[in-house]
């Protein structure tokens, strides 16, 4: 298949487009590198240096291409900065997806993958609800939570109005090798990072709070089955397992065999507290199931850092 990955220079991404291109799938990138990063991209592979905000660029790029698939992994993904800048935020994931969409529209794109969160669209629920599935209310908290599920109602009356495809994927909190540790989320990569140049690992709150972290090749996993499945569904992709700040501490030190220092900070403004996917959905339909538990995918992360 023809592969358009938007986001492709990114972590995710990144691990998307060598997976599309193990299995013998022609890919391109589409990425404007801000938080991305060029070597990341196989040599030889077409990257388009491009704005998604650009709506003539962004054309530009699926003209040349002509993907039959566009996997849209390219976002503004930073909660904190989501809440500083709402507006900046908007205009990358709700304003740069329309363009993404109208180009794909105009192109005759097939079908669209879309990267959504499932750890940030839910809110807060209520912990007695935990594992929450796709059909829990959506009370997000953050304006990252409501820009990245308003381009799933875009994506529902693209396909309703122009025949056009979509998958969703809304990933709890995805962690492994290649994640940027000097963003402000991503506690995995931040930790070890901080363990490997000896500097404390601050946690916001006592550290009880929790998430259900999936390692990234099992999101590639199901980036690789919604090629051929899941059309017009939405899916969590997580473990359904809770996992506290203080058990991802533990994890490091199994993973690295010494001790870990933390300090604590108050908690920040726009986290959830507990957060849980049920994702059997993703297993029904696209006989998905992440493979990979907390401590395993810690030590490979770790193995991947250290190395
Ligand atoms: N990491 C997680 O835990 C997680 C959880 C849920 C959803 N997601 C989603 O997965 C996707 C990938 O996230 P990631 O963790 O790999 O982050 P990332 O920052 O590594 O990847 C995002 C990519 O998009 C590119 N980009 C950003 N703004 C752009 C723009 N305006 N135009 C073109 N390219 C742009 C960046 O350069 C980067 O390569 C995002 O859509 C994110 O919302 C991530």
Same mark, same amino acid.
């Given at each position: 298949?023809?592969?358009l990955?938007?986001?492709? %220079?990114?972590? +995710?991404?990144s691990?998307?487009?060598d997976?599309?291109? !193990?299995?013998?799938? /022609?890919?391109? #990138? *589409?990425?404007?590198l801000?938080?991305?990063?060029?070597e990341?991209?196989?040599?030889?592979?077409?990257?388009?240096?491009?704005?998604?905000?650009?709506?003539?660029?962004?054309?530009?790029?699926?003209?040349?291409?002509?993907?039959?698939i566009v996997n849209?992994? %390219?976002?503004? +993904?930073n909660?904190?900065?989501?809440?500083?800048?709402? !507006?900046?935020d908007? /205009?990358?994931? #709700? *304003?740069g997806?329309?363009?993404?969409?109208?180009?794909?529209?105009?192109?005759?794109?097939?079908?669209?993958?879309?990267?959504?969160?499932?750890?940030?669209?839910?809110?807060?629920p209520?912990p007695?609800?935990?594992?929450?599935?796709?059909?829990?209310?959506?009370?997000?908290?953050?304006?990252y939570?409501?820009s990245?599920?308003?381009?799933?109602?875009?994506l529902?009356?693209?396909?309703?109005?122009?025949?056009?495809?979509y998958?969703?994927?809304?990933?709890?909190?995805?962690?492994?090798p290649r994640?940027?540790?000097?963003?402000?989320?991503?506690v995995?990569?931040?930790?070890?990072?901080?363990?490997?140049?000896?500097?404390?690992?601050?946690?916001?709150?006592?550290g009880?709070?929790?998430?259900?972290?999936?390692?990234?090749?099992?999101?590639v996993?199901?980036?690789?089955?919604?090629?051929?499945?899941?059309?017009?569904?939405?899916?969590?992709?997580?473990?359904?397992?809770?996992t506290?700040?203080?058990?991802?501490?533990?994890?490091?030190?199994?993973?690295?065999?010494?001790?870990?220092?933390v300090?604590?900070?108050?908690?920040?403004?726009?986290e959830?507290?507990?957060?849980?996917?049920?994702?059997?959905?993703?297993?029904?339909?696209?006989?998905?199931?992440?493979?990979?538990?907390?401590?395993?995918?810690?030590?490979?992360?770790?193995?991947s850092?250290?190395?």
């Amino acid at each position: 298949m023809n592969i358009l990955v938007t986001g492709g %220079a990114g972590f +995710i991404g990144s691990h998307i487009v060598d997976a599309y291109l !193990a299995r013998g799938h /022609q890919v391109s #990138v *589409l990425d404007n590198l801000s938080t991305g990063r060029r070597e990341f991209v196989p040599a030889g592979i077409p990257l388009y240096q491009v704005d998604l905000r650009d709506a003539e660029a962004v054309n530009a790029v699926l003209a040349a291409v002509r993907p039959e698939i566009v996997n849209h992994h %390219a976002a503004q +993904i930073n909660v904190v900065t989501s809440l500083r800048d709402p !507006a900046l935020d908007a /205009q990358t994931n #709700v *304003l740069g997806s329309i363009n993404l969409l109208q180009a794909c529209v105009a192109y005759g794109v097939r079908k669209i993958i879309y990267a959504s969160t499932g750890g940030a669209v839910y809110g807060n629920p209520d912990p007695a609800d935990l594992p929450v599935g796709e059909d829990y209310p959506l009370y997000p908290i953050s304006p990252y939570g409501i820009s990245k599920h308003t381009v799933e109602h875009y994506l529902f009356q693209t396909a309703a109005n122009y025949g056009l495809s979509y998958t969703t994927l809304r990933y709890s909190n995805v962690y492994g090798p290649r994640q940027n540790p000097h963003g402000e989320s991503g506690v995995v990569a931040i930790f070890t990072d901080c363990l490997l140049r000896g500097e404390p690992c601050i946690i916001f709150g006592d550290g009880t709070q929790t998430r259900d972290f999936v390692y990234v090749g099992d999101v590639v996993a199901a980036n690789v089955a919604a090629l051929e499945r899941g059309d017009n569904g939405v899916y969590n992709i997580g473990t359904g397992v809770e996992t506290s700040v203080l058990e991802v501490v533990a994890a490091l030190e199994a993973a690295a065999g010494r001790p870990v220092a933390v300090e604590y900070a108050p908690p920040r403004v726009g986290e959830v507290y507990r957060i849980c996917l049920d994702c059997s959905r993703a297993e029904r339909e696209l006989g998905w199931r992440a493979q990979v538990d907390i401590r395993e995918g810690v030590r490979r992360t770790w193995a991947s850092f250290a190395a």
